[in-house]
């Protein structure tokens, strides 16, 4: 079946643009996340979506990032006024809700979309 | 907050020799999971780990999970070319059930 998909892979923008990044979870998945990965280092936690409850933004580095998941489907990142130090790859994973207890949801990452800030 | 450290940062190893990477976090963990990125790839989920002690095989991939439930760490016997990338482990605490913090990882390369 199809997996996580992303959209675009690469974008390139310049310094003080809007970015706007998409992310397609898999059909029936009702968790959705966002990571951020820079070179070389692990994955940062942005925000963390289920259902219909209120968003986990815990991880977004500041108030220029935003997250929205309309539907209970698809997502969409957004960066204002981007900076250089936003150049990284946006990672997207979506699960399905963990058991009750302690979720062992396994999480399935898109492809990731590359974002350069010149 | 909850730190997950990784080492080593980088491993070269000559195809045929073994790999391992270690995995320590500050707080007890109630699972932790291993992920593979291969270059310009995703991470893509290999094992979670849930009872303390607990080893799990995958063909020559052995995983750990530490008595405490702390550390982790993840062995390959015989390592070949296909197995260069980064592994990543990633730690699930006991005050949320979805967030998982992820280690730096560890990038394995390979000499053949």
């Known amino acids: 079946g199809a997996g996580v998909s992303q959209s675009p892979s690469n974008k390139v923008t310049e310094k003080g643009k809007d970015v706007e990044l998409r992310c397609d979870p898999i059909s029936g998945h009702t968790a959705l996340y966002w990571y951020r990965q820079s070179l070389g280092q692990g994955l940062e936690f942005l925000i963390y979506?289920?259902?219909?409850?209120?968003?986990?933004k815990s991880g977004l580095p500041s108030d220029r990032f935003s997250a929205e998941r309309t539907g209970g489907s698809v997502s969409t990142l957004t960066i204002q006024r981007t900076q250089q130090e936003d150049s990284a790859v946006y990672l997207c994973?979506?699960?399905?809700?963990?058991?009750?207890?302690?979720?062992?949801?396994?999480?399935?990452f898109g492809p990731g979309t590359r974002l350069t800030v010149l | 907050g909850q730190q997950v450290m990784q080492i080593p940062q980088y491993q070269h190893v000559q195809e045929g020799e073994d790999f391992t990477t270690y995995c320590n976090s500050s707080t007890t963990l109630s699972n932790i999971q291993w992920y593979k990125q291969r270059p310009g790839g995703h991470p893509v989920f290999l094992i979670q780990l849930v009872k303390s002690g607990e080893v799990k095989k995958q063909k020559r991939l052995t995983f750990q999970f530490g008595e405490a439930k702390k550390n982790s760490s993840l062995h390959i016997t015989a390592t070949q070319t296909t197995d260069v990338g980064t592994y990543f482990c990633a730690g699930r605490g006991w005050s949320s059930n979805y967030k998982l913090t992820f280690g730096k990882g560890t990038l394995l390369t390979v000499n053949p």
């Open positions: 994973a979506s699960s399905l809700p963990g058991t009750s207890g302690r979720g062992t949801d396994t999480q399935y």
């Open positions: 979506f289920q259902g219909n409850s209120a968003p986990d």
